[in-house]
């Protein structure tokens, strides 16, 4: 016979549960846990908390909207376009700068990025609404590759430019153009196939922090489907060569994995959140298209290598990857060709500007004058006409972006010409490119030399400083066939 003190505990019991039932707990993304990127800040990330314009309460637990305002924090005017990202949910701020999140989880904070701006993690706990202010910032930066990095005499001499002048960024390569790994990162099948056998950086958060410390930005970059080492460790992830029923291989001799391969975007993204978690700002993907020289007649893949497919497969791959990097509130950019603003098709690689930038904070299109063996309309001498190549890629890109030109960030070419009269590219030359970036209000640009020498860098960058001679300050007139 039940006694009065067990009906009693079981009442409170069954109360008890019902609570449990009737309000729900804290969500998680897909269930994992994940790291806040606003628990370890670099240049780009910062923390800060709401500035509340509601007395009202957000209290653990409950199902209350927040609504958010994003502005610029020198001007005051909305940003549109923000990623916002709280709680498992992303979505972007309308023309107004504005956002709704209809549940809140104040133990967790709301991570806020945009081009051309910082990233930012913001607190939530006393407020249903706040205002989101974001820092204006455009990188400057050079490039380190993977052995590059080693170099104490090359890293102290792209060190030294940053610290020099208003050069603020370095790209750093995390998995390099053969597929080797810079750093230990925790992925089982690098080590599998090796890629981690010949390590660069020691300690890669250590390493990041130090460039933060530097007030660096710091950029990883990953080479994508070009991958030597993981086509012949697994071929049944390579586009095979129908000849030797072995990985194909381009010009260069090395080997490409299948962009078709989803086991091959999964190894991609474990590295670009192994990189986030060591602290980089911003991952890049390089080689994320599909092969261009090199006997492609020949290259086999796992499903049919046409236009629809391709462009599918790219923009899946990009969307997939923009996603699984939300948690870590990291900027999210691309390298393209340079002529794919130019070209209304696929460019034959899978890529179409328009449905590319849509998963990207930063397309860093590739304008290096030299790679334009057909120049551009009116322009047929590119490396004679640096800074219109520039200007009107750039030009051209943000039309067909309607109007978007801060999310492009493009490559320049700071290095010899291979193509038409082997110029040596001085500070000149770099010094056309770089104006042609500030009158096409681009966010910044990248400057490419694959030897990490960076010989006339110096010499642009002064040219550059308020009272330098700036005779050929001025675009050429735009010819009447540039469309």
Not at 92 to 105: C, I, M, S
Not at 116 to 122: A, E
Not at 305 to 327: D, G, H, Q, Y
Request: charged share 25%; with cysteine.
């Amino acid at each position: 016979m039940m006694t009065m003190r067990k009906l009693l505990l079981l009442i409170i019991f069954a109360t008890f549960c019902s609570n449990c039932q009737t309000q729900p707990g804290v969500l998680t993304l897909s269930g994992r846990a994940v790291t806040p990127a606003g628990n370890n800040p670099g240049i780009g990330r910062t923390t800060s908390s709401s500035e509340p314009t509601s007395g009202t309460e957000i209290v653990a637990g409950q199902r209350t909207p927040l609504n958010g305002t994003v502005v610029d924090v020198l001007t005051q005017t909305p940003v549109q376009a923000a990623t916002i990202f709280h709680n498992g949910v992303a979505m972007r701020t309308a023309a107004d700068g504005k956002f709704e999140l209809k549940e809140v989880d104040p133990s967790k904070p709301v991570l806020v990025k945009a081009s051309g701006y910082r990233q930012t993690s913001v607190s939530v706990s006393d407020s249903r609404t706040l205002k989101v202010a974001l820092k204006p910032f455009d990188a400057k930066g050079l490039y380190l590759t993977h052995f590059g990095v080693s170099s104490k005499l090359l890293r102290n001499r792209v060190l030294g430019l940053i610290d020099e002048t208003e050069l603020n960024a370095v790209v750093i390569d995390v998995k390099g153009d053969r597929g080797l790994l810079s750093s230990r990162y925790n992925i089982p099948l690098a080590g599998e196939i090796g890629a981690l056998k010949l390590p660069t950086i020691k300690d890669a958060g250590a390493f990041v922090a130090d460039l933060h410390q530097r007030n660096i930005y710091a950029i990883a970059r990953i080479v994508v489907f070009k991958d030597n080492i993981l086509a012949n460790a697994k071929p049944e992830w390579a586009i095979i060569d129908t000849r030797t029923q072995k990985p194909w291989m381009d010009r260069e001799e090395l080997a490409w994995v299948d962009p078709f391969r989803k086991e091959v975007w999964e190894y991609n993204i474990a590295i670009a959140k192994e990189a986030a978690k060591a602290g980089f700002d911003e991952i890049q993907f390089d080689y994320m298209r599909f092969p261009t020289d090199g006997k492609l007649s020949v290259a086999k893949y796992s499903q049919p290598n046409n236009m629809e497919n391709r462009v599918k497969t790219i923009n899946t791959f990009l969307e997939t990857a923009a996603k699984e990097l939300l948690p870590y509130n990291v900027y999210f950019s691309g390298d393209v060709f340079g002529y794919t603003p130019w070209n209304y098709n696929d460019t034959d690689i899978g890529q179409k500007i328009e449905d590319v930038a849509k998963h990207l904070d930063y397309l860093c299109l590739m304008v290096y004058p030299s790679g334009y063996h057909l120049g551009i309309p009116g322009y047929r001498n590119p490396v004679q006409h640096s800074r219109e190549v520039v200007y009107y890629t750039l030009e051209k890109a943000a039309k067909r972006l309607d109007g978007q030109s801060k999310k492009l960030r493009p490559w320049l070419q700071n290095f010899k010409d291979y193509a038409f009269d082997r110029r040596p590219y001085n500070g000149k030359d770099i010094k056309l490119q770089i104006q042609a970036c500030e009158q096409a209000r681009s966010s910044g640009y990248l400057l490419w030399d694959p030897s990490n020498k960076f010989s006339h860098t110096g010499d642009a960058m002064k040219a550059l400083r308020p009272g330098a001679d700036q005779v050929a300050g001025q675009v050429a007139p735009k010819p009447q066939v540039v469309q």
